[in-house]
Nanobody, 121 residues
Framework: QVQLVESGGGLVQAGGSLRLSCAASGRTFNGYNMAMGWFRQAPGKERDFVASIYYSGDATRYAESVKGRFTISRDNAKNMLYLQMNSLKPEDTAVYYC????????????WGQGTQVTVTS
């Protein structure tokens, strides 16, 4: 029903910036009926919440570890989700996943394939 494709990951030095993008598609996808989010998973660790944004984009939530450094945004007309990452730290190194939650679902249901972010010291 819904396909999510992340892009924008790469290798960056500590203190640098990256902007991740997530393109959503599918006949049943409606950005106005979906909350969107970013998660990440470092090697040997479980997937962690990073940020989320409500349908209209006027309500956001961030993990304490990224608050003040990362900014989540969306463009519903283009079915796009973004994560601007500034002041990157080596601890931010992980595979980053885009996710979507239908208004009727209590948990995130759709997931992208992930994009690698590596931050060097």
């Amino acid at each position: 029903q819904v396909q999510l494709v992340e892009s924008g990951g790469g290798l960056v030095q500590a203190g640098g910036s990256l902007r991740l993008s997530c393109a959503a598609s599918g006949r049943t996808f409606n950005g106005y009926n979906m909350a969107m989010g970013w998660f990440r998973q470092a090697p040997g660790k479980e997937r962690d919440f990073v940020a989320s944004i409500y349908y209209s984009g006027d309500a956001t939530r961030y993990a304490e570890s990224v608050k003040g450094r990362f900014t989540i945004s969306r463009d519903n007309a283009k079915n796009m989700l973004y994560l601007q990452m500034n002041s990157l730290k080596p601890e931010d190194t992980a595979v980053y996943y885009c996710a979507a939650r239908p208004v009727s679902a209590p948990e995130f249901k759709y997931w992208g394939q992930g994009t690698q972010v590596t931050v060097t010291s």
